[in-house]
């Protein structure tokens, strides 16, 4: 019986995690070209072996399975729309690794599915070492079966045991939400408790000691407490530029998520720019939260 050949793989966005995970794909041997606006990027992948592609159109003309690891929800719904949908054929699969605001990704797995193509929403968790060591978590939605015939795929990306199938289109996103909103509501109640003790005076190494240090939940405070005493409160994140995606999907669904919603609002209305663990502009939390205190970071 002669081998399965492996699908060819297009990858698009070859930044922090996209370029990691690019090189995962092709080192575990499957066909790969890509492409970043970034030339140095599409440099970077060729030095490695795999195919550096001139444009995002040659990549999917040159493709069975295209992936995507773009910046922002608008950035790729603009990259689909002017770029993948219009070069789509039969039987292609689109995989969107980034976190896409859940009506456009439903709105856009239609348009795709008009060109005979399928887009599974694939968003990932677990930062640049998670996307260097193959480990991350993905959260996936889309048509059942092809989700399937792609999970080899993901497991090089992702821990096998962490690639969970989540349901229909934007079922992923959804669940990528719940865990962004985890984590950036976690560390958001950790800061404010924080500020409290700080803008009220109180040394904060000794807040440290006295309520981090700990298992649990007091070992959670304990690392934001540390950065924060470090001169890094500045610079933790609480998901800000996500947080209108899951405000929308949330209100289409006609359910509030009010502490999100005070998260949101509360940060808009300063103007403590930051760039987030993406590099994407966003809002310092800690900063507004300090911003009358004498102790607040210089």
Known sequence: MMPQQLPRIGFIGLGNMGGRMAKNLYNAGYPLIGYDIDAAKCTALAASGATAGNDTAQVVENSDVIMTSLRSSDV?????????????????????????????????????????????????????????????????????????????????????KYVVYCGASGTGQIVKGVNQLAMGLGDAAFMEAMAFGVCAGVDPTAIREAVGMGDGWRGQFDRIAKRIIDGEGKTLVVKYPELPYFLAAAKAAGFEIPLTEALYEFCKNENYEMFDNMNRPSRSFWRTLTKDSETEED
């Open 76 to 160: 790729f719904c603009s990259v689909a729309e002017q770029y993948l949908i219009p070069n789509a054929r039969d039987c292609q699969v689109f995989i969107d690794l980034g976190t896409t605001e859940v009506e456009k990704t439903k709105e856009l797995a239609t348009a795709f599915a008009e060109k005979g193509a399928t887009l599974i929403d694939a968003p990932v968790s677990g930062g640049p070492h998670g996307s260097e060591t193959g480990t991350l978590r993905i959260f996936v939605g889309g048509a059942e079966g092809t989700v399937e015939k792609c999970r080899p795929i993901l497991e090089v990306l992702g821990e096998p």
